[in-house]
């Protein structure tokens, strides 16, 4: 290997290069991929070794040089390949640099190690549980409401003012607890709240409500006058339609409730739906008329809604077969002390 060549390896300025077809794998004068590649990558490192290796013009020639002489080689038909590769090369310059002059470690997306703490990320979390959380500890912490079966007459006409057992609560204006007397031997139950009623808080008023206060009359009563009115349901259903046994189901236990307060000696229900949600049944309102039933222990009459008498006229001499049947129970209750009282 000529000297030359030599200064140039000392100086990591030029690569090893294999020749193919050579005995013994002998290896030929180094030589970068391109003259502007030696002249530039190298430059610097010469520039700092100039004592060594001598003058940059000299180097330079020294590279040319090698470089005709791997071309020449090439013309003659010879294949030659970099018994190192730049990469590797570059690593070996790399390592042998001055501290001064090496690349900066590639920036990592890491986030550097804790040294106090490992676990710095709860820091993150909130200091109180969510406010979901709080309100169903705040509701578990509640004491209960007492059961309805307990309520007296204010406690519960409040719960109901302020019942949201079921959907109906919605799209009430009011809820319609009862009107009348409470401890009457008579009580009247009707279906659910209507337009009217819904407006003004009370059952039977408008029209219907004229013509039950005149069916009273007819037996020597009167609203408020030892008669309670009430209905199975509390609120309106939208558009007047029929309550859903749902929606019965959770109501029934305030009916169930007044009934108990007012102790009446006879219950009068009012249209087929309040017949059939106090029976249990789901027998037409012909087949329950003109027999005696019962519920909570109290005699029931079974007749027709003032409502549907106002468009049924023919009907009202059934009524008032009805109503006399009614009477003549109650009569017989009292004769005989029946009744809750």
């Not at 990469?87 to 990592?108: D, G, K, M, T």
């Not at 003012?161 to 009457?184: I, M, P, Q, W």
């Not at 007819?218 to 209905?231: E, F």
């Not at 009614?326 to 017989?332: E, G, L, P, S």
Request: a negative charge; proline letters at 9%; charged letters at 25%.
């Amino acid at each position: 290997m000529a000297l030359h060549e030599s200064a140039l390896e000392e100086l990591g300025l030029a690569p090893m290069w294999v020749r193919r077809g050579i005995a013994q794998g002998a290896a030929v004068e180094p030589a970068p991929e391109s003259a502007a590649d030696a002249m530039v990558s190298e430059a610097p490192l010469a520039r700092a070794d100039r004592d060594a290796a001598g003058s940059n013009e000299t180097v330079r020639a020294q590279a040319t040089g090698s470089i005709e002489a791997k071309s020449d080689a090439a013309m003659q038909g010879d294949i030659v390949e970099p018994a190192v590769k730049p990469i590797a090369r570059a690593e070996a310059q790399e390592a042998h640099a001055p501290e001064s002059r090496r690349a900066p470690p590639p920036a990592s997306d890491a986030p550097p190690p804790s040294s106090d703490d490992d676990f710095a990320w709860f820091d993150d979390l909130p200091a109180e549980p969510p406010s979901h959380t709080s309100e169903i500890e705040a509701k578990a912490e509640s004491p209960a409401q007492p059961a309805i079966d307990t309520l007296d007459w204010p406690a519960l006409e409040a719960r109901v003012s302020a019942c949201e057992r079921c959907r109906l609560r919605e799209r009430r204006t009011n809820t319609v607890f009862g009107v009348g007397d409470r401890e009457a031997d008579w009580m009247l139950i009707g279906e659910a709240p209507g337009e009217n009623e819904d407006k003004q808080g009370e059952p039977f008023v408008g029209q219907a409500g004229k013509l039950l206060d005149n069916m009273l009359q007819s037996l020597d009563l009167a609203r408020g006058t030892n008669v309670y009115i009430a209905n199975v349901i509390k609120c309106r259903p939208p558009g007047n339609r029929n309550p859903e046994p749902d929606e019965v189901a959770r109501c029934e236990p305030y009916l169930q409730r007044q009934v108990a307060l007012v102790k009446p000696k006879l219950i009068v229900a009012l249209g087929r739906f309040a017949a059939q949600s106090l029976l249990k049944t789901e027998a037409s309102i012909s087949s329950l008329r003109g027999r005696v039933h019962e519920y909570e222990g109290v005699p029931v009459i079974v007749t027709y809604h003032p409502a549907y008498l106002l468009r049924s006229l023919g009907d009202k001499s059934k009524s008032w077969q009805d109503l006399c049947l009614a009477r003549d129970t109650w009569r017989n209750a009292a004769a005989r002390g029946e009744g809750p009282k």
